[in-house]
């Protein structure tokens, strides 16, 4: 046996047992997926005020770079003569400012839209008298309409109390016995938002001490990864992470922007048009529409039971207000903004918000998209390489109207004008019926061939059938 050979085969089985107990790993995981997501709730609990730092650090990060530009060169061509100190100061000064900034549109956001959602808020429980006898009157009305029908009263009655005895069912057994669960639900929510808070804070300083030594920790992350790796692969995932960080930034920033501009837009509109809650309403769009594709249908859902409690028609009116708003930032706001940052197709964006939403929530529909274009954006780079050293086509557009790849040159070989024409464009009616004709000779002649080929069996059986006769009289 060859040495090639032995190579090939210890390579087959190499993969073979790899592909083993990468399998027994991953059912092992399965199996105890419980254990493993406890284990990673915790991990992600105890880490959460470093990833809100890092988050909080890398969105900020085109802000603190444009500061550190501008005290940089202030410092050294006026206030300070060597470079390391200039740079020590317009960091700390970059810094200082990008955290002041940050922390001042957080404020100056909760200083305008809590109140009025407080206001808001209230209003909706203190009008909710007034609502309900409203509905009440509405059910009157029908009532009496119904009335008025052929419907026999018995019924009508029969139908209220239906109703009724439901909703005293659903109270009595559902809603009453289960008011500790609903108090420590809401407990729950509670510790959850004060845990929130903590971890933001916390989040802060955090990001401070991120932003101080990102030079740090970039260098030393990229000694890690060239002593890991091979210099090549090194290199592709150097060139990964700095499209990632690209995608990231420039995704999640316009998103973000593209989000506050619809709010104000929504504001603006329903202020002008009076729609009831037109703060509330203009808040929860703007924060639902930073999740992709279904963002808009999460938020118009509530905004329309909340404003069709206070005034039906009005609840009409903003859904159309919505849609029309919504397709103005799919097919101009969004586009101008975020342009073709992710490089995929409306049905991967859903696929991503899908898929991301049903494995990780709320999160995962946020940030399914980026990841997402991530992941493809390097399968891409791998299968371009990949095909370079194979053959001549490697780029998407090459696979277009592509029949096969020649196996001694590498270059592509491609439909002729011919075959697209037949393929793509429409026939007229002389082609059509040449077609057919042809179809029908073709027929024609494999029947007339069949019947050929079945008279020159008979012929030569009955020539075999007379040289045995013959032989047999012969003897």
């Keep these: 046996m060859s040495e090639e050979r032995k190579k090939r085969i210890f390579r087959v089985a190499f993969t073979v047992l790899g592909i083993i107990v990468a399998a027994l790993v991953i059912n092992k995981l399965l199996d105890s997926w419980t254990g493993v997501k406890a284990v990673g709730s915790k991990i992600t609990s105890a880490a959460a005020p470093i990833i809100v730092g890092a988050v909080i650090a890398f969105l900020m990060n085109p802000v603190l770079v444009f500061f ?150 970039s260098t030393r992350m990229k000694k890690i990864i060239y002593a890991t790796f091979s210099v090549k692969k090194a290199n592709l995932v150097m060139d990964g992470v700095e499209c990632t960080s690209r995608i990231f930034s ?39 529409n930073v999740i992709p594709f279904f963002g808009p249908i999460i938020g ?23 849609l029309i708003i919504q397709q103005f930032d799919g097919n101009v706001l969004g586009p101008k903004i975020l342009g073709d940052v992710t490089g995929l197709s409306s049905f991967w964006v859903l696929t991503s918000v899908v898929v991301g939403g049903g494995l990780f929530g709320f999160y995962g529909m946020l940030l399914g998209v980026p990841v997402f274009a991530c992941c493809y954006m390097y399968i891409n780079r791998v299968c371009t390489g990949k095909l370079m050293e ?33 393929r793509f464009k429409k026939k007229t009616p002389e082609e059509k019926a040449a077609i057919k004709l042809a179809k029908e000779e073709k027929k024609k002649s494999s029947v007339a061939g069949k019947i050929k080929n079945q008279i020159h069996k008979m012929e030569a059986h009955h020539e075999a059938k007379k040289a045995v006769e013959h032989k047999e009289k012969e003897n």
């Design 390 to 422: 194979k053959t001549n086509v490697y780029n998407t557009a090459d696979f277009d109207n592509l029949k096969r790849i020649d196996e001694a040159t590498g270059n592509g070989i491609y439909m002729t004008e011919d075959e697209l024409d037949i």
């Design 68 to 217: 550190d530009r501008l005290f940089l060169t202030l410092f050294e061509d006026r206030l300070i003569k060597t470079r390391k100190k200039a740079k020590k100061a317009s960091r700390t000064c970059s810094v200082i400012i990008t955290v002041i900034l940050f922390l001042g549109i957080i404020a100056g956001l909760l200083w305008m839209v809590i109140p009025q959602l407080y206001e808001s808020i209230k209003l909706l429980i203190s009008n909710m008298d007034t609502y309900y006898d409203n509905i009440m009157k509405n059910i009157d009305m029908l009532y009496a309409k119904f009335k008025k029908t052929n419907i026999p009263e018995s019924d009508l009655k029969k139908v209220v109390n239906t109703v009724y005895g439901k909703m005293n069912t659903w109270i009595n057994k559902d809603f009453l016995p289960n008011l500790d669960q609903i108090a420590l639900k809401l407990g729950t929510g509670l510790m959850g938002g004060l845990k929130f808070v903590y971890n933001f804070f916390l989040g802060i300083i955090a990001s401070i001490y991120i932003m101080f030594n990102k030079e740090y920790l």
């Design 300 to 322: 118009a859902v509530p905004c329309v039971i909340i404003v069709l409690i206070a005034d039906p028609i009005m609840s009409v009116i903003l859904l159309l207000i919505i």
């Design 250 to 288: 420039q995704f999640i920033g316009g998103k973000i922007l593209d989000s506050i501009i619809i709010g104000l837009i929504t504001f603006i509109v329903t202020t002008i048009v009076k729609i009831p809650y037109a703060l509330l309403v203009s808040a929860i769009v703007g924060v639902t």
